[in-house]
């Protein structure tokens, strides 16, 4: 990978990967880290993808601008889960547990990772409920569920029928949750993005376009949380 600095108050540095399947130039901004990605096809033209990143610099400073500072997930920290938000506390257990508005986890064996745990868990119950129901209504059957911390993209489904997802959907609001699930169930039927695809999705979850406006919008604070350092 190559660098190179956006000039300006203050400078940006972009970090330039070529692409064998890269088709177009295009931009990332980590909702993390702020990291600046320009990808580019194998044979793009490096001054040519650069006149493209003066182009969009005011939105890449806006995304900056609003980028959520990282919190690391500890003893007094208030988590998003599943619609409602818990405290970690860590307690005389042996496993994490949710218990009203705390969620406990062993006293002295890394508060965020055991935390990460407890909200994986959810997120592969919520997720296999909601991806059962939508296939119920499609009458199919799904494959394996899997779940990934994945950066470009909250779910996956492949030909074989088997989804991933990201199971940081737990710290979202639970019809962020539900619209990704009916999102990836809708590819059993049509495994492309057309209208007719979107019109399976609608079928499913008649109001998804507020949800899936959410994700595109605060999607990246999902990865404010660090659970592990």
Known sequence: MAQAVLPGNPPID???????????????VSGLDGKVTLTLPRRGNEAEAM?????????IRRQLARRPGGVVVA?????????????????????????????????????????????KAEARRALLAASERYGAALGRRHGKLTLRDTRSRWGSCSSAGDLMFSWRLALAPPEVLDYVAAHEVAHLERMDHSPAFWAVVA???????????????????????????
């Open 203 to 229: 079928r499913l979850m008649p109001g998804y376009a507020a949800p899936r406006a959410w994700l595109r919008r605060e999607g990246a604070s999902l990865h404010r949380w660090i659970f592990r350092e």
């Open 51 to 59: 006149g493209f990143v003066r182009q969009k610099e005011d939105w």
């Open 75 to 119: 003893p007094g920290v208030a988590l998003p889960l599943l619609g409602r938000e818990v405290t970690v506390e860590e307690a005389r257990v042996r496993a994490p547990r949710l218990e009203g508005a705390r969620l406990l986890v062993p006293m002295g064996q890394g508060a965020g990772a055991r935390a990460e745990a407890l909200v």
């Open 14 to 28: 972009i970090t330039l990967r070529r692409s064998p399947r890269a088709r177009r130039i295009s931009l990332r």
